[in-house]
Structure formats: C-alpha cells, structure tokens
C-alpha cells in the first residue's frame, strides 16, 4: 500500500498549474526524483523509463494524471529510440557498480554498462541538454579513467559537457548528501560551454525542520568552546568533517567500541564495568591499531600483548570481559571486541543524532542503525556532555528511528508525495531517490542556456 504524509517544511511541490516551457525524458525515473523538479520549472515528460516494479507503483500512483499523455519506455536495454525533439534528457543512471557497497565493479558491473545505452540513446536523440547523477564514487581516483571515459565520449557524440560534487545540504536539505552530476549541453547552441553549476544557497537547514516531532524553538544555543576543552590534548583531529564545527561539541553520538572521541559511546560506558576495566578495554582501543601487533586496521592483542601496557594484568580479569560480552577469544588466543564492525552499531544502535544538529547522514536504500534523539543538549565539558546523554537520552529511550516520511523531507520531496507503506520498499525507494532541490537548481541553470 501506499501513503501520503502532510508535513510542514517548505519545499518544491510538484503538480502546479505552471506553462509548459520545454520537454524531457526520464531515464532511470525511480520515483520521479528527477520530475517533480523539472515539472516544477515548466518542464512536461513525454516518457519515463524504469524497471523496479515497486518503484514503477510509486511513480504511477504520484503522476497518475499525466500517464495517459505518456508511456512508461522499458528497459533502457532494450530501447532503439527515444520520442522526438526532447529538450533534456534526465536520469540517475545505477550507482551501485561505482560505490563500496557494489564492490567499485564500475564497467565490469552490467549495471555500470548501462551507461553506454545512456550515451546511445543521447546521439539518437540528440536532446538541447542532458542531466545525470551517480555517487561521487564514480570520481575517485579507481573510476577516474572511465568517468574521463564518458565525458570524452559525449564530447564526441555533440555536447559541451561538465561535472561537479554536489551536496544536498548546500541546497536546503539536512542531510550530507554528496552527489556527482554530469550535465551536457549540444554544440550548436552558442552559449553551450558557458554552463556554470550553481552556487551553495547559503540556508542553515537542521534536522528539527523535518521533524514534526520537535519544536526547533525550544532548542539551546550550542555553548562556544576551545579546542583545548573539546579535545583531550587540544589538537583538532584532521579527520572531522565540515558539519563538526571545531568550537562546539558534537551534534550526533555513535556507539563503537573500535573508535574514541567525546562523542563516541563505547559498550564499558553502557554495561555496568570497573574503573580497572574500562583501562583495560581503552587499553585494547588504543593498541589494536599499532604495526607492532598485525597489519590490519584493527588487530587482536593476546594476554602477553596487554600485560605489557597494564600493571599487574591478571588473565581472570580478560575473562570477566569475555563473561560480560565485550571481549571475545579469537582461536589463537588473542582478544578483541565482540562488537569488531565499525558501522554495526552496538545493541542495535550506531548513531542517535540530536536534533539540533545541521545533517543526517546519507539515506543509503540498504538502511542504516541511525535514529533522532526528542530531547537537546547543552554542556561546557565533553565528560559531562556524554555523561548526561547516557543518563538523559540513551537509558531513558528518548530517541527515535527515523521514519519514511522523515527520508522523503530528506530527499525534499513534497508534502503530498505517495510512498510506499512498508518501510522497507519505502527506505529503498528514497535511499536510491535523487535529492529534488539539487536537480532544482542544476536544470535552472541548464534552462537559462537553452531556452
């Protein structure tokens, strides 16, 4: 089944009366990421293209009106020829050949192949312009040969063509979404290589605008801090992100017994454990990663390993930790973390992210251990700041799993969208969705040059 959500942020809405400017087709459509931006600019689809018969349902049941104006095309496969005189074709070609979680196959991957029905279909067509998404993967360095590939060979089939990483968060949206867009332009418009993607909008999005839930009111001012307090020797870690401002305490908390940070909760800090062990566990963190004991990213320590950073270390007190289900014995007699998957969470939690804070992480289609806490904090002291998360959020069960709806105001898509009821279908469909706003903006600039 379907559903409808209402919600209250202020995003493009598809479905208005707007004049008819230009045409376009939608590859690789999905749930129509894609149209509802391109609609919202004057835009009419004159054929869409998908597969998924899930995704096709959602898709039928959010522009049901208009689907007797137009045909579902297929498979892109199987596709000799596109309607005529198109003015931009769109599409979020399949990613998964290009990211870690498709084994970074690119060509060698049938999904990554689909590219050069995309490229086939574009010299038939011979569209004013072209706008395509992938993962940033496609940009690394392992793909960079068959992205410079690609643009050479739309170059030869007649068009002007650029790319750029765009994030979702620098259009409106709270979530850390970074994207590769590929936009071509044909030659025999004059002003084909004057195309410029467009700028960060500037707006300060946070994850309580998408929470009916939350009233942003009533949330704190973040305390200012030094690095010298945030971090225990005063040294910024190179590897924060932008969205981890180096004068305030983290907005986010992630369960990991293979990392440490003043936001980082371990499962000693959890289960109910000694002073004595909890030195032990930070021992085992701190050392795990060392040359001296493996070349792994992390290694387990034997009894001898641990005896020599731990005075009078008893092997009766490792066993206590075994007992408590921290600590495990590997079959040559080495320890380490039960919980040894960085991004599996610890009791069913990796992340619970404060509403204050300015994004989520990416929505992938596989899902992730991520929920919202409903209560804010404030602290001037790291110690303190966990401590009263622990006490005020964690063992009070003031957090949430993010919901359907919550993804669909993530990818910016409209109050009255139709997603799927099982959460599942509806995860996936979002997580492989394109972000609205990005695709908003992108085709504005992409109109001024060919209309």
């Not at 070609?93 to 990211?99: A, E, M, T």
């Not at 969470?345 to 992938?364: A, K």
């Amino acid at each position: 089944m379907l559903s409808s959500q209402p919600r209250q942020i202020r995003l493009p809405i598809h479905r208005l009366l707007v004049e008819q400017k230009f045409t376009f087709v939608d590859l690789f459509a999905g749930i129509g990421g894609f149209r509802i931006a391109l609609e919202k600019l004057g835009g009419k689809c004159v054929g869409f293209s998908e597969i998924d018969r899930k995704a096709i349902e959602t898709y039928q049941a959010n522009f049901s009106s208009y689907l007797d104006r137009e045909q579902n095309l297929g498979n892109i496969e199987l596709l000799e020829i596109l309607p005529n005189n198109i003015d931009i074709l769109t599409g979020g070609v399949p990613c998964q050949s290009w990211s870690v979680a498709g084994k970074l196959k690119g060509f060698n991957d049938p999904r990554g192949r689909l590219w050069f029905d995309t490229l086939r279909l574009t010299q038939k067509s011979q569209p004013k312009a072209f706008i395509f998404e992938n993962v940033r993967g496609m940009a690394n360095p392992k793909h960079r040969s068959s992205l410079e590939f690609l643009l050479k060979e739309f170059e030869q089939v007649g068009y002007c063509v650029k790319w750029k990483i765009l994030n979702a968060y620098d259009y409106g949206i709270p979530q850390n979404r970074e994207r590769l867009f590929l936009v071509g332009i044909r030659k025999d418009i004059k002003s084909c290589q004057e195309y410029r993607f467009p700028e960060p909008l500037n707006l300060t999005p946070k994850l309580y605008d998408i929470l009916d839930e939350i009233d942003g009111r009533l949330i704190p001012k973040k305390n200012k801090l030094t690095p010298e307090i945030i971090f225990s020797n005063g040294t910024i870690p190179p590897s924060r992100t932008r969205f981890q401002k180096n004068d305030e305490l983290n907005d986010f908390f992630i369960f990991s017994d293979l990392r440490n940070g003043h936001t980082t909760i371990h499962s000693w800090d959890i289960l109910r454990t000694s002073d004595r062990q909890k030195e032990i566990c930070l021992t085992l963190l701190k050392y795990r990663r060392h040359k001296r004991y493996g070349e792994k990213d992390g290694n387990p320590l034997s009894y001898e390993d641990l005896k020599e950073h731990i005075v009078n270390l008893k092997r009766n007190e490792l066993s206590r930790l075994v007992n408590k289900g921290i600590f495990r014995l590997t079959p040559d007699q080495k320890y380490e973390f039960v919980n040894s998957k960085n991004m599996s969470g610890i009791f069913g939690v990796y992340r619970i992210i404060l509403p204050s804070s300015d994004v989520v992480p990416t929505i992938t289609a596989t899902g992730t251990k991520n929920f919202y806490a409903t209560k804010s904090l404030t602290s001037n002291d790291p110690e303190d700041y966990k401590k009263k998360f622990l006490k005020e959020i964690y063992r009070k069960k003031r957090y949430r799993p993010f919901e359907a709806k919550h993804f669909c105001r993530l990818q910016g898509f409209p109050d009255n969208f139709i997603f799927p009821d099982n959460f599942k279908v509806a995860e996936k469909q979002f997580g492989n969705a394109v972000p609205v706003p990005v695709v908003y903006h992108v085709s504005k600039e992409v109109l001024k040059l060919i209309l």
